[in-house]
């Protein structure tokens, strides 16, 4: 059982929570049920004899924390603790969105939630809206502050009144927390240049070369291309800042005390806010340590661990994302191990099922998807994932090498064909999407690119050839309806819903023409989205299909997360099969094909689903008879049958 479960167990035992001093009480509850657990976890990352002071700091800021959230949330927290893991409902279906880019600013935002209502969106991530420098700021992750809104973007005034509008229209809402660095121009840092001792002691710096060359020798490179190293020279103090990202993202020093401290305090502030999933950005990067990559450390686990807890006792509604697109059996990890297990995060990217299903298209084969996922180590039921085809970043082939050798390809050739098959290396492609932090020094490169484009819509449009727009749609609908019925949260990128393709506008901008990620950050067309309903263009049959897809996963609770994805082994080497069952009764078999030849697939590739007369297709409502005792699957053909 973890922490929270107990929380819930208290919280439900406790009845009357409409008055104040009831939620006083199991606020109380909570800190006493947690305490053992973040003095060890404290005293862990920083050793006692020397530290007892700063944990006497942090246990007297609980209480003065819970007393700064507001009351309807602490209200809403207690409500969410009785009513179970609700992030992992099948009624959840999610949005991620740049507010700028959506619709202007926060109020342009609100006037569209009947946009997303529309398509069945009640979840938005909202990029970072936070204050930050003018130039250069990696797309708002340079923070100036961690709870301030951008005057760009609105006021605080404007965001409150979105999250309470999207609470009374139970909409949930995502924001960053970038918890490993702040910008160079956030207060810590301006005070450290200014020479402040205290404030140098946030980050990580050194007045020569020494330090910075031994951590070189391990540390990777991020941005190997646009920022090389992970030092940067800061003339004014005359020291090295350690910089992992971009020379003006400066590296939290977590191995101060005072620095976690100060840290949970702007947690609170913005989940103040009406934040309901916290997303901890580069978490992997967390803690850094001499002769080691810095990345996925035990000490780092430990520290999201403890930001889990005490934020369990000040507002146990909120929960937390891992944003860790590390190796499949690190990804894992962050839903906490050991006794730490469920006590991490609540919520981590399937940045390994994003990946593969990106390999599965380009090959037009599931081995390796099957491979890995085979080989992933379960998660804690308690946990789940968001599933994702596109985001605003890079896609990283983040899967083992082994599993590529073992299914008899070649690794170092498999990723080099994926690089060019998706980065306009093959002519045959139907892919156009660009490389993003090509390192010619190793070969090694990651994609980028829009859904849309990446899947050959773009490239048929040009062409102006229909048969290879509609396998590109085709392929469009398919790659989201296994993000809506796998396992977790569906997030799908803003504009995607619309087959948005590349935005080439970015290379005429000097912030951010070296950084290519920008191809798929582009405008919402709210011109094609007014002519949607005249249902006569491609956009709008991607739009109707996956609000059909949305409403029926909402229908079935073979959809919640309860860890009920049971993978179907089958010998044909283009179709995937899943079934997420539901107490072995009212399951739903996923069927897809990767191949743009039909496939025929026989009864006992079925199971069960096979000894039946005929098939009903819930996407369709249509039934499906057998043909000689097999089903036919059109190229990117998805089913969703039902038991
Ligand atoms: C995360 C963000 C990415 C950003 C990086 C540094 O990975 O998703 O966009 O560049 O963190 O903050």
Same mark, same amino acid.
């Given at each position: 059982?973890?922490?929270?479960?107990?929380?819930?167990?208290?919280?439900?035992?406790?009845?009357?929570?409409?008055?104040?001093?009831?939620?006083?009480?199991?606020?109380?509850?909570?800190?006493?049920?947690?305490?053992?657990?973040?003095?060890?976890?404290?005293?862990?990352?920083?050793?006692?004899?020397?530290?007892?002071?700063?944990?006497?700091?942090?246990?007297?800021?609980?209480?003065?924390?819970?007393?700064?959230?507001?009351? @309807?949330?602490?209200?809403?927290?207690?409500?969410?603790?009785?009513?179970?893991?609700?992030?992992?409902?099948?009624?959840?279906?999610?949005?991620?969105?740049?507010?700028?880019?959506? @619709?202007?600013?926060?109020?342009?935002?609100?006037?569209?939630?009947?946009?997303?209502?529309?398509?069945?969106?009640?979840?938005?991530?909202?990029?970072?809206?936070?204050?930050?420098?003018?130039?250069?700021?990696?797309?708002?992750?340079?923070?100036?502050?961690?709870?301030?809104?951008?005057?760009?973007?609105?006021?605080?005034?404007?965001?409150?009144?979105?999250?309470?509008?999207?609470?009374?229209?139970?909409?949930?809402?995502?924001?960053?927390?970038?918890?490993?660095?702040?910008? @160079?121009?956030?207060?810590?840092?301006?005070?450290?240049?200014?020479?402040?001792?205290?404030?140098?002691?946030?980050?990580?710096?050194?007045?020569?070369?020494?330090?910075?060359?031994?951590?070189?020798?391990?540390?990777?490179?991020?941005?190997?291309?646009?920022?090389?190293?992970?030092?940067?020279?800061?003339?004014?103090?005359?020291?090295?800042?350690?910089?992992?990202?971009?020379?003006?993202?400066?590296?939290?020093?977590?191995?101060?005390?005072?620095?976690?401290?100060?840290?949970?305090?702007?947690?609170?502030?913005?989940?103040?806010?009406?934040?309901? %999933?916290?997303?901890?950005?580069?978490?992997?990067?967390?803690?850094?340590?001499?002769?080691?990559?810095?990345?996925?450390?035990?000490?780092?686990?430990?520290?999201?661990?403890?930001?889990?807890?005490?934020?369990?006792?000040?507002?146990?509604?909120?929960?937390?994302?891992?944003?860790?697109?590390?190796?499949?059996?690190?990804?894992?990890?962050?839903?906490?191990?050991?006794?730490?297990?469920?006590?991490?995060?609540?919520?981590?990217?399937?940045?390994?099922?994003?990946?593969?299903?990106?390999?599965?298209?380009?090959?037009?084969?599931?081995?390796?998807?099957?491979?890995?996922?085979?080989?992933?180590?379960?998660?804690?039921?308690?946990?789940?994932?968001?599933?994702?085809?596109?985001?605003?970043?890079?896609?990283?082939?983040?899967?083992?090498?082994?599993?590529?050798?073992?299914?008899?390809?070649?690794?170092?050739?498999?990723?080099?064909?994926?690089?060019?098959?998706?980065?306009?290396?093959?002519?045959?492609?139907?892919?156009?999407?660009?490389?993003?932090?090509?390192?010619?020094?190793?070969?090694?490169?990651?994609?980028?690119?829009?859904?849309?484009?990446?899947?050959?819509?773009?490239?048929?449009?040009?062409?102006?050839?229909?048969?290879?727009?509609?396998?590109?749609?085709?392929?469009?609908?398919?790659?989201?309806?296994?993000?809506?019925?796998?396992?977790?949260?569906?997030?799908?990128?803003?504009?995607?819903?619309?087959?948005?393709?590349?935005?080439?506008?970015?290379?005429?901008?000097?912030?951010?023409?070296?950084?290519?990620?920008?191809?798929?950050?582009?405008?919402?067309?709210?011109?094609?989205?007014?002519?949607?309903?005249?249902?006569?263009?491609?956009?709008?049959?991607?739009?109707?299909?996956? +609000?059909?897809?949305?409403?029926?996963?909402?229908?079935?609770?073979?959809?919640?997360?309860? @860890?009920?994805?049971?993978?179907?082994?089958?010998?044909?080497?283009?179709?995937?099969?899943?079934?997420?069952?539901?107490?072995?009764?009212?399951?739903?078999? %996923?069927?897809?094909?990767?191949?743009?030849?039909? +496939?025929?697939?026989?009864?006992?590739?079925?199971?069960?689903?096979?000894?039946?007369?005929?098939?009903?297709?819930?996407?369709?409502?249509?039934?499906?008879?057998?043909?000689?005792?097999?089903?036919?699957?059109?190229?990117?053909?998805?089913?969703?049958?039902?038991?």
């Amino acid at each position: 059982m973890n922490q929270a479960s107990l929380h819930r167990l208290i919280a439900s035992a406790q009845t009357d929570t409409d008055m104040p001093s009831e939620l006083g009480k199991l606020f109380h509850l909570r800190l006493a049920g947690n305490l053992t657990l973040i003095k060890d976890l404290f005293f862990t990352l920083y050793p006692e004899n020397e530290n007892t002071e700063s944990f006497e700091k942090l246990l007297s800021e609980f209480l003065v924390l819970f007393e700064e959230r507001p009351e @309807n949330l602490q209200l809403q927290d207690v409500d969410r603790l009785r009513g179970g893991d609700w992030y992992r409902s099948e009624q959840l279906a999610g949005m991620q969105l740049y507010v700028d880019h959506f @619709n202007k600013d926060l109020k342009g935002l609100k006037n569209k939630l009947g946009y997303f209502e529309k398509l069945g969106i009640n979840f938005l991530h909202l990029m970072p809206i936070t204050p930050r420098p003018k130039g250069e700021n990696d797309g708002g992750y340079a923070v100036n502050s961690y709870h301030e809104v951008d005057e760009k973007y609105g006021t605080r005034q404007d965001l409150l009144t979105l999250t309470e509008t999207m609470r009374k229209k139970n909409m949930f809402l995502m924001m960053d927390f970038v918890a490993n660095h702040t910008s @160079n121009e956030f207060s810590w840092a301006k005070k450290a240049i200014s020479g402040d001792e205290k404030y140098q002691g946030y980050y990580y710096m050194y007045p020569n070369r020494s330090m910075p060359d031994a951590f070189e020798q391990t540390l990777p490179e991020i941005f190997p291309m646009t920022s090389p190293g992970n030092f940067t020279y800061e003339p004014e103090m005359k020291k090295w800042v350690m910089t992992v990202f971009n020379n003006y993202q400066w590296d939290l020093n977590y191995t101060n005390p005072e620095v976690f401290i100060e840290m949970l305090r702007n947690l609170m502030k913005l989940v103040n806010l009406g934040v309901d %999933v916290v997303r901890l950005d580069a978490l992997a990067f967390m803690w850094k340590k001499l002769g080691t990559q810095s990345q996925n450390l035990p000490e780092a686990h430990a520290l999201i661990s403890l930001f889990r807890l005490c934020l369990q006792i000040i507002a146990p509604g909120v929960v937390l994302l891992a944003e860790a697109i590390v190796a499949p059996n690190e990804i894992i990890k962050y839903f906490g191990s050991g006794r730490l297990k469920g006590n991490e995060c609540e919520i981590a990217y399937n940045a390994t099922l994003m990946a593969l299903l990106w390999d599965a298209i380009a090959t037009k084969k599931t081995a390796l998807v099957y491979k890995n996922l085979y080989n992933l180590p379960k998660k804690p039921e308690a946990a789940t994932w968001i599933n994702y085809i596109r985001c605003h970043d890079d896609i990283g082939l983040g899967f083992e090498d082994q599993f590529i050798d073992e299914i008899g390809w070649n690794a170092q050739n498999h990723r080099r064909f994926l690089l060019n098959y998706y980065c306009q290396g093959l002519d045959w492609s139907p892919a156009k999407g660009e490389i993003f932090m090509y390192n010619p020094k190793t070969g090694d490169g990651r994609i980028t690119g829009s859904a849309a484009s990446l899947l050959g819509l773009e490239k048929a449009l040009e062409q102006k050839n229909k048969a290879k727009i509609d396998l590109a749609i085709a392929k469009i609908i398919m790659m989201h309806g296994i993000v809506l019925s796998y396992g977790g949260i569906p997030l799908i990128y803003a504009g995607d819903e619309i087959g948005t393709l590349n935005d080439y506008s970015y290379l005429e901008d000097t912030h951010k023409k070296e950084d290519s990620r920008w191809v798929n950050r582009p405008q919402q067309d709210w011109t094609t989205v007014e002519n949607l309903d005249d249902k006569t263009s491609y956009q709008s049959t991607i739009f109707f299909a996956l +609000q059909n897809l949305i409403r029926i996963r909402k229908q079935h609770l073979a959809f919640a997360d309860t @860890n009920n994805l049971a993978l179907y082994d089958n010998p044909n080497p283009h179709v995937l099969l899943y079934e997420r069952t539901l107490n072995n009764e009212e399951g739903v078999l %996923v069927v897809c094909n990767f191949n743009d030849e039909p +496939q025929l697939l026989d009864k006992i590739t079925l199971g069960a689903y096979g000894t039946k007369a005929g098939l009903e297709d819930l996407i369709t409502g249509n039934s499906i008879t057998f043909e000689y005792g097999k089903v036919k699957v059109e190229p990117y053909q998805l089913f969703w049958f039902q038991s």
